[in-house]
């Protein structure tokens, strides 16, 4: 049972796989009506918990509005209503849609019959203490027009908490794209299985709280559908914990455990040199060698006393002139490089050097903004090693000038973007994504708006770096590393904005929770 509810917490599907997987259920002779009867009733039980029939005793039933579309979205919220009714809520539906689907007509009839009120006019509404959004679901491909646009804009300024079906009516069911205007809910349950536009960051000021209602689909039927396309998965605390190079065996020593070498910071940016190698220590690694200029040695040391610091001769402006690595040691020395945070656009003869080494290379900050100088796509086409890139969305443009605008479809984007380069590539936002150069997609399904401070980038870089240094002699594909990088950064965040609130979450402070993440 724990193997299928993990399996089914990592799929993320399309709309058109979505349709796929139900037509084979369909085509198994499973009726529709059976299917709307439990998926209604897994939501109705769901909504008992968030809101009791009587929140305040002696003040009366909390009072419930159906919003009810055309299709079986609208039939799911009709059962639901029904059920609501039965146990007390005081229900009202709106209906303004002139044709329905055959069997959600049926069960508005039968909601009359009953003697629930339905109204096309939404004011009668206005009054009601929480709505169930069942207008749209799945597949919705045009922008919404009046008079609906105008129904959902006007329950949108009621501010009443809003509860949607499968994904709140007016998004795009991959893209997570506003098509007109959306409802913005509060709880939304997506059901079966987790959609492609949940997990795109234009689409979370509408999502609110995201549930799946899981309604026992064939493993064979989601595994049939999907089997010839690049899986997108979310990433989850069983998948990253489990790449984590522990536990360690009980003989081993630090250069079995990993060597990484950074190489970052600049007089200008010293902090990033610092935050980045703070990241790498959190990750466990066994030897940490940071390759910094001179003049930043000393502050290093301070901090990182444990660490072996480099410092190399500077340029007039204070960035890495050139690598002085230690007597017998070249780059090939090290299981990982990490390379970028706090150069300088000054240091671009480093980045063309490490680019040309036979180590896992992760590129972020100036290192990736002197690859793109370089020609990110033909200078990466030369490399035999791993490289992870991982940009933000402006970096990200300046990359890429001929790939998918990141800002509408993040997936795509990230996708292209590795198949091109050969990169595993890491797209940095509220949900961060992550695609090897076969198309596989890894997403973060949570974070914090308290990451969204200079300085945690360069955390991450330097726990990633840490990370691919001690899995350099195991058999882990390099964007399971990534995503357990990214999973832990993020949860490190959301420790540490629950203890500190959000605008306590300095990159130092984060540093100081990742530990606290696999601790627990």
Request: aromatic fraction near 6%; charged fraction near 20%; glycine fraction near 8%.
């Amino acid at each position: 049972m724990q193997d299928r509810q993990e399996y089914i917490s990592q799929v993320v599907v399309t709309a058109e796989q979505m349709r796929d997987i139900e037509g084979r259920i369909f085509a198994a002779k499973m009726p529709v009506a059976a299917l709307m009867e439990k998926v209604a009733g897994l939501i109705f039980r769901r909504i008992q918990v968030i809101i009791p029939p009587y929140p305040i005793p002696d003040q009366g039933k909390s009072r419930v509005g159906i919003l009810v579309g055309p299709g079986h979205n609208g039939g799911d919220a009709l059962v639901v209503a029904r059920e609501l009714h039965f146990r007390g809520y005081e229900v009202r539906i709106y209906s303004a849609f002139s044709k329905l689907k055959e069997l959600t007509s049926q069960h508005l009839h039968y909601a009359q019959s009953l003697g629930i009120p339905c109204y096309q006019e939404l004011t009668q509404l206005s009054d009601c203490d929480f709505f169930i959004d069942g207008l749209f679901g799945l597949g919705l491909e045009k922008a919404i027009a009046n008079p609906i646009a105008s129904t959902i804009n006007q329950i949108n300024n009621w501010h009443k908490p809003i509860i949607s079906i499968d994904l709140p009516s007016g998004l795009h069911t991959d893209t997570g794209e506003v098509l007109g205007t959306a409802i913005r809910a509060t709880y939304t349950f997506c059901l079966g299985l987790w959609k492609l536009g949940f997990l795109q960051d234009q689409a979370l000021d509408y999502i609110g709280k995201a549930e799946l209602i899981d309604f026992d689909i064939p493993l064979a039927d989601v595994q049939a559908v999907l089997q010839d396309a690049p899986q997108i998965k979310r990433i989850t605390k069983a998948t990253a914990l489990s790449t984590l190079p522990l536990p360690r065996p009980p003989v081993t020593h630090k250069y079995k455990e990993g060597h990484l070498l950074l190489i970052c910071g600049s007089r200008r940016y010293a902090g990033g040199a610092i935050l980045t190698a703070l990241g790498a220590r959190a990750s466990g690694v066994g030897m940490l060698s940071i390759a910094v200029p001179e003049s930043l040695k000393q502050l290093l040391v301070s901090h990182l006393p444990e660490a072996l610091i480099i410092g190399c001769p500077e340029t007039e402006t204070g960035a890495i002139a050139h690598l002085q690595l230690p007597e017998k040691t070249d780059l090939s020395s090290f299981n990982a490089i990490a390379c970028g945070p706090g150069l300088t656009k000054d240091a671009t003869s480093i980045v063309e050097q490490v680019i040309t080494s036979d180590r896992s290379l992760v590129l972020d900050a100036d290192g990736l903004n002197i690859l793109a100088q370089l020609g990110t796509i033909p200078t990466l086409k030369k490399r035999q090693a791993a490289t992870v890139l991982t940009p933000h969305t402006g970096e990200f443009q300046r990359l890429f000038h001929d790939i998918a605008d990141p800002k509408e479809d993040r997936v795509k984007a990230v996708q292209s973007a590795a198949m091109q380069t050969g990169a595993v590539v890491l797209l940095k936002g509220a949900r961060t994504a992550i695609s090897n150069p076969q198309g596989f997609v890894w997403i973060n399904p949570e974070s914090t708006p308290a990451l969204a401070r200079g300085g945690s980038g360069d955390v991450l870089t330097g726990l990633l770096g840490g990370l691919l240094a001690q899995a350099a002699t195991k058999q882990i594909a390099v964007e399971d590393i990534v995503a357990t990088a990214a999973w832990w950064h993020s949860q490190a965040g959301i420790l540490a904005a629950q203890e500190r609130t959000e605008l306590g979450v300095d990159a130092l402070t984060l540093t100081q929770y990742l530990m606290k993440v696999v601790s627990n």
